[in-house]
């Protein structure tokens, strides 16, 4: 739902004229980034053995999701190293964020506790 918010926003400001069409391949990375970073702090607050592992493989799960509806929509599927890279994004970013919304947690409760 995030990531449609997004994408209408983009249609907007590129409706709009605050962004040119060779942004859109930047704000595209974004908003994979963010959707992926999301669902990682989704992940972290549950407590799960390798909670990293599972918010990595979510963020390529919603990247492939993402890739195959689109892929419908255009009528075409090409899976080349453009989207292999987006994968690895996706999951580092997923990863990273839970990693770091936990951190973020302990701290809380460590300083809540004291």
Partial sequence: ILSAGMILLL???????????????????????????IA???ISGRQLPKSWLVA??????????????????????????????DLLMVFACASCACILSNIIREKKAEKAAS
């Fill in 40 to 42: 990682g702090i989704t």
């Fill in 56 to 85: 990595g493989s979510c963020g390529v799960l919603y990247m492939m999701a993402s890739f195959a509806l689109f892929a419908l929509l255009g009528g075409g599927f090409h899976f080349g190293t453009g989207t292999m890279s």
């Fill in 11 to 37: 249609a907007l400001a590129l409706k709009w004229g605050w962004i040119g069409v060779e942004g859109v391949d930047a704000m595209n990375t974004v908003i994979k980034a963010l959707s992926a970073a």
